[in-house]
């Protein structure tokens, strides 16, 4: 199983980027899905999770109404789009995936997740 996340890079404030999460070796139609980010100096936060079936998703407060994640199954994808950038969203972001039953199952819980990608650096100047 190997999630490979992507998209990131450096960016100015007010700009966006869209990360993907690209899933191999799992039914990934089968696997909520969540977003982590981590900067330097801090513990690993969560950002924004969504159901295995994409009806239901949850996000963490300081990217709520700025940052949106979305699934394609067929692609074996997960996004993240984020907008309205500050500096504080400097961090590398991960992706991880739990397999679940539940079809509108989301979790910020770190622990709940069995796999993890690499990571992918954001940083945004002001």
């Known amino acids: 199983v190997q999630l490979q996340a992507s998209g990131g890079g450096l960016v100015q404030a007010g700009d966006s980027l869209r990360l993907s999460c690209a899933a191999a070796g799992l039914t990934f139609s089968r696997f909520a899905v969540g977003w982590f980010r981590q900067a330097p100096g801090k513990d690993r936060e969560f950002v924004a999770a969504?159901?295995?079936?994409?009806?239901?998703?949850r996000y963490g407060d300081s990217v709520k109404a700025r940052f949106t994640i979305s699934r394609d199954n067929v692609k074996n994808m997960v996004y993240l789009q984020m907008n309205s950038l500050t500096p504080e969203d400097t961090a590398v972001y991960y992706c991880?995936?739990?397999?679940?039953?539940?079809?509108?199952?989301?979790?910020?819980?770190?622990?709940?997740?069995?796999?993890w990608g690499q990571g992918t650096q954001v940083t945004v100047s002001s």
């Open positions: 969504v159901s295995w079936s994409g009806g239901s998703a």
């Open positions: 991880a995936a739990v397999q679940v039953i539940q079809r509108d199952y989301t979790t910020p819980h770190q622990s709940r997740y069995d796999y």
